[in-house]
């Protein structure tokens, strides 16, 4: 009796497998071209998450410049090439001006702020951002004064170094972190406070987290 509901629940998954293998073949015939996806999962397993841009221009290079992949249950739509895009984001902007939803964003910002939100929402926060930013004075002369005092600030940090060779990427991401401190708050931070330096580490170790292999799993999902 128990091999015989077992063989039952085989034949059944065995069917379950054979119907979403037959369901994506026939939804994959007015689809862009790409490898073949596994049922569940689709091609999760075929992609490298440590460098998902990377994996992504690869199946476009061998699928041509429209091509798609599946993560998870997504269908994933990937442009190579300068005239693709410029096609989808140009010529067809309207169509193509929502942002994609990302797990990790939607939990935390729940379709709100200027990065994740879309449509009408989008809009109003662009235009209200926007508008304040240049009433703090971007796109005017105050703000050439503000890069030209942080300039300053970084040559001078430049000249500590007393000419031995170091990575200038930490100074940099401090120097124009401090522009948009000034015009935000109309005030620098110097390169040693703590607090400025504890703000850039939570927003580095948040993107780090976004980005990570296990996180971009868990989106397809």
Request: aromatic share 10%; charged share 20%.
């Amino acid at each position: 009796m128990e091999l015989s509901a077992f063989a039952t629940a085989l034949l059944l998954c065995a069917l379950t497998f054979l119907v979403l293998v037959l369901i994506r073949s026939r939804k994959a015939s007015n689809l862009p071209p790409g490898p073949a996806p596994l049922p569940l999962i689709g091609n999760v397993l075929q992609l490298d998450f440590r460098n998902l841009v990377k994996a992504l221009v690869k199946v476009g290079s061998t699928y041509g410049p429209v091509s798609m992949v599946y993560l998870g249950q997504l269908p994933v739509v990937i442009l190579n090439g300068h005239d693709v895009v410029r096609e989808a984001l140009l010529d067809n902007g309207e169509v193509f001006n929502d942002r994609g939803k990302i797990a990790v964003a939607e939990i935390a910002f729940k379709g709100h702020g200027i990065l994740f939100s879309n449509g009408e929402r989008w809009k109003q926060m662009r235009r209200f951002s926007l508008s304040t930013l240049r009433n703090f004075g971007m796109g005017k002369r105050s703000l050439e004064e503000r890069v030209q005092e942080e300039a300053k600030c970084l040559g001078e940090e430049f000249l500590k170094r007393k000419g031995a060779p170091f990575n200038p990427t930490y100074l940099l991401s401090l120097a124009v972190s401090n522009v948009i401190c000034s015009v935000v708050f109309g005030d620098r931070f110097d390169y040693e406070d703590q607090a400025f330096l504890s703000i850039l580490a939570l927003m580095k170790e948040t993107v780090e987290i976004v980005n990570s292999p296990w996180v971009q799993v868990g989106h397809c999902f």
